[in-house]
């Protein structure tokens, strides 16, 4: 298989601390100092390309993924084959446990529920005596939160796996809605390409409700009312006469007809959802290229009597410990990877840094990308019958999720290359550009995965507590879409780019910046809106975009740096408020230079940040989750943020300062 990463093979693990401590250096941002920063920040991604052509590093996320990988294991009775990886996942867990007790969503949050629960469980299924006193650290803050019945479903139905919660008290999944027609007002295609993925499978878990019997498979000392007292009605904070009441009325319906066994053509219902997870598995094992639909669709294909033995699972095994990290004493799961991703985004900040586009490092990395460009019809060609196929996923292997993002990062790093066979390029890149194209909702905006993923009641179904069941248009991806298009010259139907522009402005806040849905966040998708909107050819003087660089000017932080923490996502009085980190503080910079605010006194300051809190070899250092999965839920720290978007931004400050 082209392209596919080995289980051998580990991205770079970027260390939270600078390889050498030293106090930032005050000095000036000169010319010289931008030189050499850029030299060094080159020399430092080039050491880091694979020999395939390729660049990744890590994808770190919260513990429960980790936790689940535990719960999978023991679920499907391999956990014998894995002693190994299990202790040193205990040695993960206990290290990432916090003063407090608990276990962060992300770093510095100060703690979460769910995440806490899960970690202290799989610490006990992995032996840990709950009287030690780093579990009673972790009890203490569990109870004081609320304990399980206040924790979030996905928590509930792993625990409900071992008997540890009852499934009454989960949300019900009825398979009959693999049958509802096309035409139908809600299908599966409804669900966002992570829903669809995880949750089909789910429904073959749901209807067994498996409970697995193991030591340390019970909870009860994590009900703050007690086990026998445990409330297990579905929550629902928005009242019994909300939308969300509605659909919890509508749960109990579905639980009555399950304990009559009235749910109509299940049995055809389930081997329709056992076929759609087979049919989705990709040749790697890959499910949906995210470790929640690969690790439902192991469940599922258990619970549907598949052994650890048959092909399917064990092609689906080995892809999830192709996800997971393990050095010498510690094991843990990325949520997914970001090869091509990290290629593109590697390839651009070389080239505004001033590599030529045939350096033999940027020809080998544009080759590989070319290797994983995908001409399969995927789940997008339901709502979109008319795009050619031809865009990228985010990782090594994914041919039923192209993305609109990486296909327009990778086109645009390609489009700037001078590879062997030109020709050939540009008949791939008219492909990616009008899939691309053919990806616009009726909105005008673009979402990551499909077109018009907008049914936004099902954020309010009691399954849906993290409020991402569907993929919407959002101003950050429609900004990069529109930059593709000035970057390529691309001659696009003048009504889509106008629809594209009044989407963007439609979404302005009154602050005048931009949410971000894909990174944290007002900076991250202010920045992207402006440098798209003055590719297009946009004058960056117009009122709406100057409104964003002012934005942008207003929430620099004293160290001239910006910063902006994943709570701006529920309190909007945190909008631009943050530690000062590399990666923002790149976005902001890229930003006030596309505006035209590159020689600003902001700027420079900026990139004096850069410059003085650059490692020796080449580095920045960054301890924060600046990339979100899902906004208030889920949250990541991709390891080259630090690294390609501050080189990105230097080239372009210099270029800028050129002019």
């Known amino acids: 298989m082209p392209g596919f990463a080995p289980r051998f093979v580990q991205p770079v693990v970027e260390s939270p601390l600078p390889p050498a401590f030293r106090p930032a250096r005050p000095a000036p941002a000169t010319a010289a100092a931008v030189e050499a920063a850029i030299r060094k920040a080159q020399a430092y991604l080039l050491s880091k390309q694979y020999p395939e052509g390729y660049w990744w590093a890590e994808l770190e996320a919260n513990v429960t993924l980790t936790a689940e990988y ?33 276990w962060e969503l992300y770093y510095g949050d100060g703690g979460e529920l769910s995440t806490s629960i899960e970690a202290y469980f799989a610490l ?24 399980i019945t206040k924790a979030r479903v996905f928590t509930k139905i792993h625990l409900a796996l071992f008997g540890a919660f009852p499934w009454e008290g989960c949300p019900t999944l009825p398979p009959w809605i693999m049958l509802l027609p096309d035409w139908f007002p809600f299908t599966i295609y409804e669900l966002a390409s992570w ?30 009312e007690g086990r026998a007292q445990a409330d297990l009605s579905l929550p629902n904070p928005a009242g019994p006469l909300s939308l969300g009441g509605v659909f919890i009325g509508f749960d109990r319906m579905l639980k009555l007809m399950e304990r009559f066994d009235l749910s109509p053509r299940r049995a055809e219902a389930l081997a329709r959802a056992e076929q759609w997870t087979l049919d989705h598995q990709d040749d790697s094992g890959d499910w ?9 669709s192991l469940l599922g294909l258990h619970c549907r009597g598949y052994a650890p033995t048959h092909p399917a699972m064990q092609k689906g095994i080995a892809a999830v410990e192709r996800f997971c990290i393990e050095t010498e004493d510690e094991f843990h799961t990325q949520p997914c990877v970001s090869p091509v991703w990290d290629t593109g985004l590697t390839i651009l900040a070389l080239l505004d840094s001033g590599l030529p586009n045939d350096h033999p490092a940027l020809v080998r990395a544009g080759e590989w990308l070319l290797s994983k460009q995908i001409f399969r019809d995927g789940d997008w060609r339901f709502k979109n019958r008319t795009g050619p196929a031809g865009g990228w996923a985010f990782e090594f292997w994914n041919d039923f999720f ?35 194209l053919s990806m616009q909702s009726k909105n005008g905006g673009w979402g990551a995965f499909d077109v018009d993923n907008t049914l936004e009641i099902l954020n309010d179904i009691p399954y849906g507590d993290l409020k991402a069941m569907i993929d919407p248009p959002t101003a950050d991806l429609t900004g990069h879409i529109l930059e593709m298009l000035g970057v390529t010259g691309y001659a696009a139907p003048r009504e889509k780019v106008e629809r594209a522009i009044a989407f963007i402005k439609s979404k302005q806040e009154p602050e005048g910046c931009w949410w971000g849905r894909w990174g944290v966040n007002y900076i991250y998708g202010t920045h992207m809106v402006i440098c798209g909107l003055v590719a297009l050819g946009l004058d960056p003087r117009e009122a709406f975009i100057m409104r964003g660089t002012q934005w942008l000017n207003s929430c620099q932080n004293e160290d001239g740096g910006w910063g902006e923490t994943c709570a701006s996502y529920g309190d909007r009085t945190l909008m631009g408020v943050g530690k000062s980190t590399p990666s923002q503080t790149a976005w902001a910079l890229l930003g006030l230079v596309a ?42 720290n991709y390891h080259f943020y630090r690294n390609y978007f501050p080189l990105m931004a230097l080239g372009r400050y210099r270029a800028f300062a050129r002019a």
């Open 70 to 102: 535990v719960f999978l294991h023991k679920v499907l009775g391999t956990d014998g084959e894995r002693t190994r990886q299990f202790e040193k996942i205990r040695t993960y867990l206990r290290r990432q446990q916090r003063e407090h007790g608990g």
């Open 402 to 436: 192209p993305d609109v993002d990486d296909t327009a990062v990778v086109t645009m790093a390609l489009h700037r290359l001078k590879l062997p066979d030109e020709a050939e390029k540009q008949r791939r890149l008219k492909l990616a550009i009008e899939w691309t």
């Open 195 to 224: 829903a669809r993925s995880s949750t089909v499978p789910l429904l073959l878990v749901s209807d067994r409700k498996p409970v697995v019997r193991v030591p340390g498979g019970d909870a009860d000392e994590l009900y703050a």
């Open 595 to 636: 505006g035209g605010e590159g020689k600003s006194d902001c700027a420079r300051r900026g990139i004096e940040y850069l410059v003085t809190h650059q490692n020796d070899d080449g580095s920045w250092t960054e301890a924060e989750f600046t990339g979100t999965g899902f906004p208030n839920h889920f949250y990541m």
């Open 288 to 296: 949906g290229g995210i470790i929640p639909a690969m690790l439902n």
């Open 124 to 147: 006990k299924l992995l032996g840990d005596s709950p009287d030690l006193p780093h579990m009673a650290r972790a009890r203490q803050f569990i109870l004081a939160r609320g304990g």
